[in-house]
């Protein structure tokens, strides 16, 4: 179960095996299946890192939309949602390193989420992601975020299948693998329903190919993987 009162705190939740194991090793070989050099994108990928283009498949398509992960993003958007995009990334030995950054929701804040679903187990040794938990909204006052400072930061741990679902404002970033083992994942964008309009202005650029027009209600759910705290 997830804790409503923490998530919206933290605004962050690594949910453990999410994704069924019976469909792991498809998914690595869809992903491997997907990878393109960087300069076969439309726009060319940051170099230290394999990008998988995946958004049609079928399973993953299914990821994307597994319950208990719409419930969550729902419970963060607190509204109508779409999904966005879906990207395979992977970060190469050596490669991976970035600074600690905000993604910035596109209209108001809490109006964007993101998801990393893991298809490899992840640690420091591989570049897993690193984050600073509640830091989505600051707070009225205080000092901009040093985005240099890392002392608040906590790098994620986990198995192949889990998933890390996180607002778009909370910092975060990923870490050099150093090891060079596989460390595949995709990378999940879920919009407000109003931001569709703008959504498709970039979507070409974007390499989006899959249908957005799907809409996900956070009352369709029933929260059956969150609860109030008493």
């Given at each position: ?16 095996r ?22 076969q994108?439309?726009?060319p990928r ?24 719409l ?19 992977e ?11 905000r ?9 964007t ?5 893991y ?77 569709h ?31 109030e705290?008493?």
């Open positions: 179960m997830v804790d409503r009162e923490q998530l919206h705190r933290d605004s962050y939740v690594l949910l453990r999410a994704i069924p194991v019976e469909w792991l090793d498809e998914l690595r070989a869809t992903f491997d299946a997907g990878v393109k050099p960087s300069h994108w439309s726009v940051t170099a230290g890192w394999r990008h998988s283009l995946v958004d049609l498949d079928t399973k993953i398509q299914a990821v994307c939309r597994l319950p208990k992960m419930d969550v993003v729902g419970e963060l958007i607190g509204e109508r949602f779409f999904l966005s995009q879906v990207e395979g990334r970060p190469l030995a050596g490669g991976g390193h970035q600074r600690l950054h993604d910035s929701s596109a209209h108001r804040t809490g109006d989420v993101s998801a990393l679903a298809f490899d187990n992840f640690g420091p040794e591989t570049g897993a992601t690193r984050i600073v938990p509640g830091s989505h909204r600051p707070v009225e006052g205080d000092p901009p975020f040093d985005f240099n400072d890392e002392s608040q930061s906590v790098q994620l741990s986990g198995s192949a299948g889990d998933i890390l679902v996180f607002d778009a404002d909370l910092v975060h970033a990923g870490s050099v693998n150093s090891t060079g083992a596989r460390r595949r994942s995709i990378l999940i964008g879920y919009f407000a329903e109003l931001l309009a703008s959504h498709l202005e970039t979507a070409k650029l974007r390499d989006i190919r899959m249908d957005t027009t799907g809409r996900f209600d956070p009352l369709d759910f029933a929260l059956t993987t969150v609860k705290i008493d």
